[in-house]
């Protein structure tokens, strides 16, 4: 197994570091920090784990061949292509950079180079989500009409990107590997209330050349902890709730059927309701799996299910949809 090292252990690159270490051992050999208090946390929790505040440190080590990012977004550009040009793999965070361009240029480096780059689009490695993606393939809900998604809260407040930034790039790979293809335009809404300039609520609509709609609604100013995502189809109709403990998909045998002999037209039409469906999920925490991804990657060069080219195409939608929120919802094509 490779050697990696981690930069940024803030509260979410804990989280990686904590699956890193249990699935690399000791081959997670490098830590960097700027921040002293952090460095000291992990000489506290996992011993004999180096530490260090110069990320040149990662850089230059020989020995290091695969790096993973979890440092505030602004920087993931810079240092990506750092460890790219050093002949490094990456794990970067989600979102991959902030421009498209930027993204674009770390895709051609990592191909040039060779070397492998994913992005953490954790959602893609839920357990509950491939069931889903499995499900739409086999043609068990039909045509996908449309979908829609909500992830909201009551805080924690960012200061520096705003909601769409910071929860959509969750739902959009979700929608994005689902459907396994790129929206044509989108549209965006929302309204900062808290601080200006910086959107608290935001909602987003991508449009597919097959008619496919997704909706999208995040938000930190919400009454209410809510991570659903519901697939209407022409067969069936499924819903996954990840704030639900278990039973975290249904699948509902409920749909409009069309009659060959009808009199009027509402009788051409007939609502169709049928069986609940709570199937049995296998479970496992979606990071330990995304993080197993990554290291099986790195050993077999196998491209990463969430790679820089997939991350490129959220980016791109999350771009639309910001330029669509900046001009007050103007459609952006794609």
């Known amino acids: ?40 946390y992990i000489h506290q929790t996992y011993p004999g784990l180096q530490t260090t505040s110069d990320y040149n440190d990662i850089i230059k080590r020989d020995d290091i061949e695969a790096v993973i990012l979890a440092t ?50 954790i959602m893609v490695y839920h357990p509950a989500t491939l069931f889903l993606k499995e499900q739409i393939d086999q043609g068990e809900l039909g045509r996908i009409y449309y979908l829609y998604a909500s992830r909201v809260n009551l805080g924690k407040v960012r200061n520096i990107e705003n909601a769409l930034w910071s929860f959509a790039p969750h739902d959009i790979s979700i929608i994005l590997f689902l459907l396994g293809k790129q929206p044509v335009q989108v549209t965006s809404t929302g309204s900062a209330y808290l601080q200006p300039g910086i959107e608290d609520v935001v909602f987003t609509v991508l449009h597919f050349d097959d008619g496919t709609m997704a909706h999208i609604h995040v938000s930190w100013l919400d009454p209410r902890k809510d991570r659903k995502l519901v697939v209407v189809g022409s067969k069936k109709m499924a819903e ?14 409920k749909g409009v059927n069309t009659k060959q ?74």
């Open 1 to 40: 197994m490779k050697n990696i090292a981690i930069a940024g252990v803030g509260a979410w690159g804990r989280n990686l570091l904590r699956n890193f270490r249990s699935l690399a051992g000791d081959r997670l050999v490098l830590a960097c920090d700027g921040d002293k208090k952090r460095r000291e």
């Open 72 to 121: 505030p977004p602004a920087a993931h550009f810079d240092l990506a292509m750092a460890a790219i040009k050093a002949d490094k793999d990456v794990f970067v965070e989600k979102p991959l950079v902030l421009s498209v361009a930027e993204g674009a240029k770390l895709v051609e480096e990592a191909e040039k180079r060779k070397r492998v780059l994913m992005v953490g689009h």
């Open 240 to 253: 996954f709730d990840d704030s639900q403990a278990s039973e975290k998909i249904r699948l509902y045998d």
């Open 261 to 334: 002999d009808y009199e009027t037209y509402g009788e051409y039409l007939a609502i169709r309701t049928g069986d609940i469906v709570i199937p049995q999920i296998k479970t496992g925490e979606p990071l330990a799996e995304e993080c197993r991804h990554f290291l099986n990657c790195i050993e077999t060069r196998e491209r990463p299910r969430s790679d820089g080219v997939e991350g490129l195409r959220v980016l791109k939608v999350l771009d639309a949809a910001q330029r669509s929120l900046q001009s007050g919802g103007a459609p952006v094509k794609l």
